[in-house]
């Protein structure tokens, strides 16, 4: 009789962690907002193509993202740009990559005689990273020198992706630039990033490709922490 007993126990244990497993894995499901885009710009023959996102679904545009060809802006130049670049449209802040280039820390400064261009640079994520709040604040990373990475401060909207810049033949005065910067440069990568709502912080990515020198940008798919103060993997 015991043997019996014991034997049902261990045919209905296995149902039972099945089960809880799939519950387990359904709240965690529940806990993130994954949205599929696909949506594919190009500046190849005009100045700027964009698409808006919404991360959360609250159908209220989250983050504006661009292609964008100086070639095609109206205008004469003294270089020429060709950039991929992220704008946000609500209370949030991106992750930005730590550079040293002329003393600016966060920023890339381009220098044609006196007139400077500077570009804030997105850190390139890939899947299987955690982006949460032990990504230290742009204040935090600024006073450690060990620090690579950090949430941007508060009112940065635009950061690049990545950008060619060269400098107009036409106007050889200029200091000669010819580079090509950023860890989306022809890359598929995830932007960090978090955002402030009524209940706290919360955090995400995006997954974005880069291609034909900056030209083209394929804007692929999102993930968003519906949970306050809550890490987010990037799948």
Known sequence: MKYTIYKKILCVLPATLLLLAACKKSDSNKSAVINNYNANLSAVTQNSDYTAIDVDNDAVP????????????GFKSFETTKNAYIVSTQDSTKIVLTSSFGNYGWYRAYIF????????????????????????????????TNST?????AGQTVDYLASSVSPDPSNPQ??????????????????????????????????IAVSNSNLNVQVISSGY??????????N
């Open 149 to 153: 990475i950090a949430f941007e401060r």
């Open 113 to 144: 005689n006196s007139y400077s261009v500077y570009y804030p640079y997105t850190k390139g994520f890939s899947a299987g990273a955690a982006i949460g709040a032990a990504i230290p604040d742009y204040a935090t990373a600024i006073k450690n």
């Open 225 to 234: 922490s519906t949970v306050a103060g809550r890490s987010i993997t990037i």
């Open 62 to 73: 989250d983050f504006k993202i661009y292609a964008f060809n100086s070639t095609y802006d």
């Open 174 to 207: 200029f200091t000669t630039y010819n580079e090509s910067e950023g860890a989306f440069d022809n890359a598929t990568q995830y932007i960090g990033f978090s955002m402030l709502k009524a209940d706290g912080r919360h955090y995400g990515w995006i997954k």
